[in-house]
């Protein structure tokens, strides 16, 4: 039996300011609960603060990867290059068009989806090598795209994948989840581009009640090209005229047009107003967040049996997640865990890999397909980070990881 802690740390503490509660009261009271001016403010100034042309807000970062999908034209046999080291949403989209996520092995360093692995994996799929997946792949399927994923807001060097895609002819749908606000650059002295800013044909964000800022649930599908915002934007709303979105105002019309058999992802002017008000203060909640992360740096570093996340001066990082890996000096993870829960220290882990869990592996996927992910998963572990972390509690975290790994 684990002894009571004297302080306690959750793994996530949402803390909303009272002008953020204001707005949403306002909109209560302002008589304009669903999509309308709150929400359309909210996309202008979220494409502004990525640098896009376009933004479209949704009810969450699933839907925004889910019509990204489908207006870059997905179809049923098609195969996309999914990273294995990812959350469930980023493989099921492809699902729902009945086409099929090639798993890719992660990057050891960074959790990153690996291009030399992609590149195996279609080398595979030609010689008829991964013809073990149910359904089986025949040697000549399509790949039409991939997804890859900002683990813990670390962004991957776009660079890169545009070649990789370029060269494939895939097009990128970017799982942004966790990557507002983040920032790379190839190498110092080439500029800055964040997220969303032309790094992805789409690029999907998440304000779910954890993420970096949030609207409690929440999303952003962003892109530079007109009409596939226009056509996104349209499936979000049952795949209605786009001037169906204003039906009840007095500029509306009640006359909409179906032009597609669309869905019910829209977000609420409710969710918007304080979507709205944690964007205005998305760079001080990311310097809070990397405040912490800084001092567990500081004080875990060299600690015997963890490693720390990768830090890179290339990178802006959100700091999303805080994942320390357990080294073979170490205790094992499930002991190490149980530390942390005697100590009072909420945790998480990102994640289990998607081919090691059992939907997956009834699709064929098997262990050996992603050897990287599958050793290093079983040693991760996400310590708690967010805005509202008082010093005490994160010197707290410390001490109980402290001891938890060198006990
Ligand atoms: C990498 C990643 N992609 C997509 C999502 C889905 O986001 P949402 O809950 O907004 O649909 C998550 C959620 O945690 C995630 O971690």
Request: aromatic share 8%; proline share 5%; charged share 25%.
């Amino acid at each position: 039996m684990g002894t009571t802690p004297s302080h306690s740390v959750p793994f996530f503490r949402p803390e909303l300011t009272e002008r953020e509660i204001a707005a949403v009261v306002a909109t209560l009271r302002s008589g304009w609960l669903t999509t309308g001016p709150r929400t359309a403010e909210f996309e202008a100034a979220f494409a502004e603060a990525v640098g896009a042309k376009h933004a479209v807000a949704l009810n969450s970062a699933t839907a925004g990867l889910h019509l990204a999908t489908h207006t870059l034209g997905l179809a049923r046999k098609q195969a996309v290059l999914v990273p294995t080291m990812t959350f469930a949403a980023t493989a099921e989209v492809v699902r729902y068009a009945d086409a099929i996520p090639i798993l890719v092995d992660c990057r050891e360093d960074n959790l990153g989806i690996d291009l030399n692995d992609a590149r195996i994996k279609l080398e595979r799929l030609r010689r008829g090598d991964l013809s073990h997946q149910t359904p089986a792949l025949p040697a000549d399927t399509e790949v039409v795209g991939i997804l890859p994923v900002h683990v813990g807001g670390l962004m991957l060097d776009m660079d890169e994948i545009s070649a990789f895609a370029q060269q494939h002819r895939l097009w990128i749908v970017e799982d942004a989840a966790h990557a507002f606000p983040a920032a790379y650059r190839t190498t110092s002295g080439t500029p800055w581009r964040r997220a969303g800013e032309g790094t992805a044909d789409v690029s999907c964000f998440s304000f779910y009640a954890n993420k970096t800022i949030t609207t409690g649930e929440g999303g952003m599908a962003v892109m530079d090209d007109a009409d596939r915002a226009q056509e996104l934007r349209s499936l979000a709303l049952h795949g209605l005229s786009t001037d169906a979105w204003g039906r009840y105002t007095s500029k509306g019309s009640w006359d909409y047009r179906i032009l597609a058999p669309g869905y019910k992802y829209n977000l609420t002017d409710i969710a918007a107003a304080l979507g709205l008000e944690q964007l205005r203060r998305a760079e001080e909640l990311r310097r809070q967040r990397e405040r912490v992360a800084e001092r567990f740096l500081e004080h875990l570093k060299g600690c015997e049996g963890i490693a720390m996340p990768p830090t890179d001066t290339d990178r802006l990082h959100s700091w999303h997640l805080f994942q320390i890996r357990l080294t073979k000096a170490g205790p094992s993870r499930e002991t190490f865990l149980e530390r942390l829960r005697e100590g009072g220290v909420g945790h998480s882990v990102h994640w289990r890999p998607l081919h090691l869990h059992p939907y997956y592996q009834q699709c064929g996927w098997r262990d050996t397909d992603a050897p990287t992910a599958s050793r290093i998963w079983s040693s991760s572990v996400s310590l708690p980070i967010f805005p509202a972390m008082r010093d005490e509690e994160v010197d707290h975290v410390i001490r109980v990881v402290r001891s938890a790994a060198e006990a």
